[in-house]
């Protein structure tokens, strides 16, 4: 980068009407550098638009339009290699390229500001910023569901107990387990595809508060940056930080799920389940027995998911006091937005590596079905004989009472027996002691059956596909 003309070692966006530098304490307490450096391409970006904006308005000519934008590419150049020097003054990303660009433009820098504030523009910037956050993080989302989807397909037929309570409910598909937790990722999807959409209106032109009184054409700007629209109201824009309290919560509520998919992973990778295993390259040892396999990978993205939901707590209680329009608390915005963002990733990349390389335990997934997980398709068997469900689900409660009072399976229980209890009970029973004939009566939509299953894996597909089209 070439210096067009050389300027004070301390560039300030503000300060004239002061007599005195702000103390050390409050520069240090001010600065949110290390924070928003990461918003200098949207910064950048932001600018080169606005200069284009600043000549249709007739505040710029083209020569003078064309040498703000080359330069802004420069700093961005810049910054990618990492020629960036900071100074003390530097409040923010914003000040940094601002005073990148008055070095080698000279008084033509300090125009670009014209009819612009720091309010717009960092909302303008965040917005950007975040539009490349939503895709990213529906990116990894769409992996994980794709390897939940693979692991799926892979394991088609295989039984394992369902449980509600944790405790044994009925038999179901091992893909039926997983697929449910890719359909709470699912939900997540569609919640970040409708943020992306509902937060797409460009606030910049909004001035300070009161909005720009020098002919900017925002719908112009709006469609130069990729927005669908502009924002209806200056002062509601400027002071708008809802849409990344939306982000927060919808980062929240993904590590919820993956925080509960990573409770069932290592609940079952115990020896006392023994259904899955994880690969060792997601799990670690213990520093004193040897012997120890510790699926330190799941619990990790167990406890981010704290972490994440107490930025939400964050981002609210910080903007729950606040006056109308921008207030300087709204720089911690960025810290719980950032954090958020960058701990789910995290999360997200561990989460798809565990359940890529995870061992379907087969064996022991069948071998943990029980007769007494039958019941409920016993009392079914019953209603099919015109047994009120009612009544059925009495009856048997008693075969089971019976059964464990002798120490049997309900499957061995009498006929006769069984027939003292409900007359409606027949040879047939024998057919519903089989738990693969059983799984497949649930074949209404979002049921454990195959041929739902399979539906299931079609819709998740399509999501993926279409997700892939939009990235």
Known sequence: MTQENSHSSSYQLWGGRFTEQPHQVLQELNNSLSLDWRLYADDLDASKAY????MRAGHLNAAECDKLVKNLELIRYDWIEQ???????????????????????????????????????????????LRKAIRETLGRLSLLISSMVEQSQSHLGVLMPGYTHLQRAQPIQFSHWLLSHAFALREDCLRLLELRDRCNVLPLGSGALAGNPLGIDRLWLAERLGFAGVTGNSMHAVGDRDFVVDFIYCCSLVSMHMSRLAEDLIVYSTKE????????????????????????????????SGLITSNLAGIMMTMKGTPSTYNKDFQFDKQYCFQAYDKLAQSLDVAIGVIETMQVQRHQLEAALSSDMLATDWAYYLVRKGVPFRQAHHHIGRVVTLAEQRGVDITEVPLGELQQICAAFGADIASVADYGYNVQQYDAIGGTATASIVEQLRLLKNLVKQLGEQS
């Open 83 to 129: 020629l960036v020097k900071f100074q003390a003054s530097d409040e923010d990303v914003h000040t940094v390229n601002e005073r990148l660009l008055v070095e080698l433009t000279g008084e033509l820098g300090q125009r670009l500001h014209t009819g612009r504030s720091r309010n717009d523009q960092v909302v303008t910037d965040l917005k950007l910023w």
């Open 51 to 54: 200069a284009e904006a600043l």
């Open 273 to 304: 389940f023994d259904f899955i295993k994880i690969a060792d390259i997601f799990a670690s040892g213990s520093s004193l027995m040897p012997q120890k396999r510790n699926p330190d990978s799941l619990e990790l993205i167990r406890g981010i």
